[in-house]
């Protein structure tokens, strides 16, 4: 029987890691191939992407068997209470468990794969075509893994809500001037823009946005309408492309620039609070100063540099 120690130290190891990487990169390489040589060697993947089916399903399979308790392997949320002073029960914190969210993902993947399978033995290639297109979402898998990576998305995590607020203003801004184009434009449809109905003239204001064709749109609409003020039709592209494409996405990034500046001087707060205790310490205890007041000095150094080149 099997050691349950040592699925814990192998699945723990360096070199499980690293095959499942590599095993995740050659999956994504070998969907990227199939999509190139598609009328050639069908066959040929149908068999590696059983290899990698049960290769994956090995993988979580030892996974689980090295967990102490499966439940948890498998928690997504986790409802804590945080106790206030001076006060009762104090507050529920409800936690996304980062590692719980990953194992689900890995099982989803792993069972929509086997299930493909089974249903192509018994005569319904359909669904094996659906979750053999699961497999590109593998390479997210990456993202669990790889500290690099782990660390990029904890950043983008930090800016999602200054995202969303940003997309929201600009979501308003294209619906406030689709409803005024409909209504200037007379509902009407020409070659470069389209105020017919309200999608296809979101999706106008969206690529005018981006700064695409939205001279050539405003040049048609000068000759195409007679009946508008040319300067009104001026006014009304000129005007929307100064607020998204110019005044908001500055703000964005002004915004954006000082959320980062915070972030750095609560750090650079927190190095300064840990380097004046240990110099406290020190001069109660007559000791000079260790390397670890040095070291804080000069992150405190870095990031007052940091700080500085987000200014200018």
């Known amino acids: 029987m099997i050691n349950r120690e040592k699925i814990i130290k192998f699945t723990q190891s360096k070199t499980f890691t690293k095959t499942v990487n590599y095993a995740i990169l050659l999956c994504a390489f070998i969907v990227g ?116 990576i782990k660390e990029i998305e904890k950043k983008i995590i930090m800016i999602l809500p200054t995202v969303f607020s940003f997309a929201l203003l600009l979501i308003i801004l294209c619906y406030i001037y689709s409803i005024l184009g409909m209504y200037i434009f007379k509902y009407q449809q020409y070659d470069k823009a389209d105020f017919s109905n309200l999608i296809n003239a979101m999706l106008c204001m969206f690529q005018y946005m981006t700064l695409d064709g939205w001279s050539e749109a405003m040049n048609e609409m000068v000759r195409e309408n007679h009946d508008v003020p040319a300067i009104l039709i001026q006014a009304f592209f000129v005007s929307f492309v100064v607020f998204t494409a110019i005044v908001t996405f500055n703000v964005f990034v002004s915004v954006m620039t000082s959320q980062m500046e915070a972030r750095i001087k609560s750090h650079i707060d927190a190095y300064e609070q840990a380097s004046n205790k240990i110099r406290d310490k020190n001069d109660e205890t007559g000791s000079a100063p260790n390397a670890t007041l040095e070291e804080l000095l000069h992150e405190i150094q870095e990031l007052r540099r940091e700080v500085a080149e987000l200014k200018k």
């Not at 359909?126 to 390479?139: A, H, M, Q, T, V």
Request: charged share 25%; aromatic share 16%; proline share 1%.
């Open 33 to 148: 191939l199939e999509t190139v040589i598609r009328e050639k060697g069908q066959l040929l993947f149908h068999y590696i992407d059983y290899c990698f089916i049960f290769f994956f399903s090995t993988e979580i399979v030892l996974r689980i068997a090295a967990e102490k308790n499966i439940a948890e392997f498998f928690y997504i949320i986790k409802i804590e209470r945080v106790r206030a002073e001076n006060r009762g029960n104090g507050k529920i914190k409800i936690r996304l468990v980062e590692n719980g969210f990953w194992n689900c993902f890995d099982l989803m993947l792993v069972i929509i794969s086997i299930v493909g399978v089974f249903t192509h033995i018994f005569d319904h290639p359909d669904f094996i075509e659906i979750g053999r297109l699961f497999r590109i979402f593998r390479i997210l898998r990456l993202l669990e893994i790889s500290e690099q």
